[in-house]
């Protein structure tokens, strides 16, 4: 089966495959294919550049038709050009559904309880591979072979005595999107995680095999995915496939650079189509996420690659309170070299600021800049040793940065209070008189006026009947006296004035008590 792309109107008809498990290529997740440029009446010269595109939705064991799961494939002409397939322009979509359970065996007879017999083996799960297709009977311009079957051997990959269909995805002819006479890209498909099939409109000279005249971005951030090789993959030199680094399921934009044609001829200049501008050098296609097989952490930093090529957001709140955001993307390493290689691992920290890669992810900094904030406190200063934090220039919100409590003022970038006298630090700094390290306490002082000191007193004595009497009483003043003894009792009052001072001196950096003195005073 040949699909080749075109206008709207032109799609092909599906043919369908074998009725059992419909086993129909679930990797078709993004083709760059252009029209054919044949439309009904008189034909025409066309600049259009929509291409065939591709998506997949994993079916639960809840869809009807799909009782074990599996796959909706939906194709399309995208028009938009953005290089993802809208649902808007799906065309077709048709289900590959994972095999059937395999049923029970049968109960055991005539035993007495007999055992059930043991459960069918599963069903076989569907699998697809791709491969470049040179230019030639199946494909006049090239482009590359889809191939299905069933998991036979279990090994997660489809070998060729598994092959049960194959299908063929070509590359557009004549008139696909380029105008007549002018080089330029017609198309680039992403094949794999880390390969990306380009299809020139015209043969190409040797040099279309060097890696540095091609250069990837995605669209939405404009981070860059490397490519690290370049190769013809037709007999004719009008197709490459070049090798990148892991890619991500995001729309990329291509661009070449330098490139000419085996008559010399260089990329076509932009040109007008009626009136939108149509860029000869570049083109865009939807990139392909790892999977099990195929993810890779090349530099050991606990960051897949994929992850840190798209990269992620970073916002800093200046002192001021503005903020502004922006899009980072960190360095994987080289995946042609061992995850203990020094390069990867010199690569674990892009910016080598020493905090990992991984770190500064978690940490919402930017891989690339040791001050992320631009508050003169480096990310390694605020995530390891300070603990501030390096998307804030003023991590306490005392309005005094980091940087000038950290190197100026020696105060605490974490604490409002520094000395704890409760005082803000920009208070005491901006006063001219006060000091932010040494608390500003009053001094204290307590007086203790007229106390009235009573006695409780308490005495024996055997009285002239030989008997033993005890006698307590509290007075202020009192005398007693009995017979066979004398006693006298008086209540000592003392009215005093006690006036007591105290001072202490913090230390200068820690707040802790550095000198206790205590002074008394009888008045």
Known sequence: MKIYAGKTNQVATSIHLKPIIRLLLPAILSLGVVACGVSDGDPEPTNSTSATAARTTPLSTTDTDCPNGGILVETGIHENGNGLLESAE?????????????????????????????????????????????????????????????????SNVLDAFEIESSEFICNGESGSGIVADSLGI???????????????????????????????????????????????????????KI???????????LKVANLRDLDGNPIAE?????????????????????????????DGDSLTDHTELVGWDVTIVYGNGTTESWHVSSDPGDPNQSVDAPI?????????????????????LEPRNPDTDGDTLTDDQEWNRIFSDGTLQDSDGDGVQDGFEYYTFRTSPILVDTDGDQ?????????????????????????????????????????????????????????????NVSSTQKTIESSKSLTAEVSFTPKALTGGIQGLSVKKKQM
Not at 105 to 117: F, H, K, L
Not at 243 to 249: E, I, L, R
Not at 271 to 295: E, R
Request: with cysteine.
């Open 90 to 154: 799906v065309d077709t979509a048709e289900k590959v559904c994972h095999g059937v359970n395999g049923s029970n065996g049968t109960n055991a007879i005539d035993g007495t309880n007999g055992v059930d017999g043991a459960g069918g083996t599963n069903g076989l799960n569907s699998l697809t591979h791709q491969i470049v297709e040179l230019a030639g009977i199946n494909c006049v311009s090239g482009g590359f072979r889809l191939d299905a079957g069933a998991d036979l051997n279990g």
């Open 243 to 253: 090798s990148t680094f892991s890619q991500s399921s995001v729309g990329y934009q």
């Open 270 to 298: 932009p040109t007008l189509d009626p009136d939108v501008l149509v860029d000869h050098s570049s083109t865009t296609f939807a990139g392909t996420d790892p999977n099990v097989l195929t993810v890779a952490d090349s």
């Open 344 to 364: 990867n691992v010199a690569l674990r920290d892009t910016d080598g600021d020493g905090v990992t890669d991984n770190e500064e992810k978690h940490g919402g």
């Open 423 to 483: 005082i803000d630090d920009l208070e005491e700094v901006t006063s001219g008189n006060r000091n932010p390290l040494i608390a500003d306490l009053p001094q204290v002082r307590f007086t203790v006026r007229s106390p009235n000191l009573q006695l409780n007193t308490q005495f024996s004595f055997t009285d002239g009947q030989g008997s033993t009497q005890t006698v307590s009483q509290t007075n202020e003043a009192q005398s007693k006296q009995q017979s």
């Open 186 to 240: 017609v198309s680039a498909i992403s094949i794999s995680n880390t390969e990306i099939l380009v299809q020139f409109s015209e043969p190409m000279q040797g040099d279309a095999e060097n890696p540095t005249h091609y250069s990837i971005t995605t669209e939405q951030n404009s981070t860059r995915l490397p490519v690290w090789d370049a190769i013809f993959a037709n007999a004719d030199n009008s197709s490459v």
